[in-house]
């Protein structure tokens, strides 16, 4: 039965029939006290009380699912959305080509979803760690309530990755969800699973350059697991999907408005040379050559997201028809991928070079490859507006060797056009490529709080529209009314 109604009347709204599924009901009642004790700790530092125009999920119609209103961030309905049941859907790639999509858990791939399922999960509270302490230096209320908005939508994606877990994996399900809300986000002892999410979100570029690419890697990982062949696995992924569009735009518009507000400054100043950075900065905008290195921290760290270029990882998890390609079904291949190969760049014999791999063994760097390309479109749109204002300067993605930790790169010194240093010389240029201690103290110094209605920091261009069509002196987040 596809189920698109929302019970909103128990304690976690969900579209799951909880109402009649006693067992999982309690386990989640239980889980619970934990989930908020834990947003209290670790989601956004202050604010709590405050009232903030949120969007919350109320049905997974794309027509109508949300719903606007001023909510207090710890009242906010984490519910449990699944996207409606295809009938008949039929498991699309792999070994199990063509079979009935499995309802329940298949015995022999229990492990190997669970990690999926764990590791998806992880990412999710983490970023709500990394970025906890932003509120406090927002550059407007309209930015501060999609700060806002990212937070609690992250802990509801979190509450599906914990539904799958407490519904179909018994008790290591269950001690696997208490375990995700115990790991902590570059804590040395208990650190999140993923590299990038054991990084610091310090300052608000680099809060948008998160939600660029590392969101991104999160639309491609959802994607990917949105084909899965365990049904409810890929029905989650579905509708999560719906949500993260708005992470990326934030990501995508906080950049642009960034770049647009530095190049109208420098045009206002009669600043014509982008490497005027001292004179730049004077005017409290973020020279666009500062920009371009976040844009490399973020990007190769969100890079090492992908696992290692060549993975039996990967392979088996393709094989089993747990975890498919960037939109499966619109290849046009046998779907198995039993015979094709798949160039990988390599580090082979001191450089760079392409390789043929048997296609099932590349999929990491398949989807990578899939993701390089979506990112280069908002690096597009970010360059047309510098050239609209006349800067002489385009940004560019680094090379995928470039300060890489995880895969084939991470046993050397690539620079940003892919060129092979050595040790000394890499430590010598390090910081052309990526943020010097003075440029982080910069930026850190325009990190000021601009809580009044319709105002911004000097380094951001208001928005083009406001959310929901509010006009520009809405006040998003009412932080006295608390
Ligand atoms: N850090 O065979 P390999 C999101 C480990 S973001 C640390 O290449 P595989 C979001 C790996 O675990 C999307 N360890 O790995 C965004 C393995 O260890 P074991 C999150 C790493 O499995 C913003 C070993 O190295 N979702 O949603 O092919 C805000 C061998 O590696 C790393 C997913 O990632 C690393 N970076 O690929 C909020 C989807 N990389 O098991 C949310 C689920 C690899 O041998 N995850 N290792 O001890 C997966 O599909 C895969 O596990 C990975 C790794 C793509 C992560």
Not at 117 to 127: F, K, L, R
Not at 426 to 433: G, I, L, Q, S
Request: glycine share 8%; hydrophobic share 40%.
């Amino acid at each position: 039965m596809s189920m698109i109604a929302v019970d909103y009347d128990g304690l976690i709204p969900n579209n799951v029939g909880l109402g009649h599924d006693v067992r999982v009901k309690r386990a989640l009642e239980k889980w619970h006290p934990g989930y908020i004790g834990w947003w209290m700790d670790m989601g956004p530092d202050g604010f709590q009380n405050a009232l903030v125009y949120l969007r919350t999920a109320i049905g997974v119609d794309p027509k109508g699912w949300a719903k606007f209103d001023y909510v207090r961030m710890p009242e906010y309905r984490w519910g449990i959305l699944l996207a409606p049941q295809r009938e008949g859907r039929k498991i699309a790639f792999g070994s199990h080509k063509g079979e009935d999509a499995w309802q329940e858990v298949p015995g022999e791939y229990r492990a190997m979803l669970r990690r999926l399922i764990v590791i998806q999960g992880d990412t999710e509270p983490a970023s709500v760690e990394q970025q906890r302490h932003l509120g406090k230096t927002a550059p407007s209320l309209y930015d501060l309530r999609n700060l806002f908005q990212v937070n609690v939508e992250e802990g509801r994606h979190l509450w599906a990755m914990v539904y799958l877990l407490h519904k179909y994996f018994g008790t290591d399900g269950r001690d696997e969800a208490e375990a995700l809300l115990e790991r902590r986000s570059g804590d040395p002892d208990t650190p999140r699973m993923l590299g990038a999410f054991n990084e610091k979100t310090p300052d608000w570029l680099s809060f948008f350059m998160f939600t660029y690419f590392t969101d991104r890697d999160g639309k491609m990982q959802l994607e990917s697991l949105a084909q899965s062949g365990f049904d409810p696995l890929s029905r989650t992924c579905r509708f999560m999907l719906t949500e993260e569009a708005h992470h990326m735009f934030v990501g995508e518009t906080g950049v642009t408005r960034i770049v647009q507000r530095t190049c109208e400054a420098m045009k206002e100043a009669g600043i014509k040379d982008p490497y005027e950075i001292e004179k730049i900065r004077k005017l409290g905008v973020i020279d666009l050559p500062t920009i371009q290195k976040k844009a490399n921290l973020h990007f190769s760290l969100t890079l090492d997201l992908f696992g290692n270029e060549i993975s039996t990882n990967a392979a088996n998890a393709f094989h089993a028809g747990l975890k498919g390609r960037f939109r499966e079904e619109r290849l046009t291949d046998d779907h198995q991928l039993e015979n094709g190969t798949y160039p990988v760049l390599r580090f082979m014999d001191g450089e760079i070079r392409k390789d043929d791999t048997p296609a099932l063994s590349a999929l990491n760097m398949r989807l990578r490859d899939d993701y390089v390309a979506d990112c280069q479109l908002g690096v597009d749109r970010w360059n047309k507006v510098i050239a609209e204002i006349g800067i002489p300067f385009e940004l560019k993605l680094p090379h995928v060797a470039f300060h890489r930790h995880i895969g084939e790169f991470s046993r050397t010194n690539a620079d940003v056009d892919g060129k092979v240093l050595s040790p000394a010389e890499w430590t010598h240029k390090r910081t052309d490529f990526l943020p010097s201690e003075a440029d982080k103290s910069f930026i850190e110094s325009l990190m000021e709080p601009h809580y009044e209605v319709g105002k911004f920091a000097s380094w951001i261009a208001p928005p083009k529209v406001g959310i929901d069509n509010k006009p520009g002196d809405f006040e998003y987040v009412k932080i006295h009314d608390a």
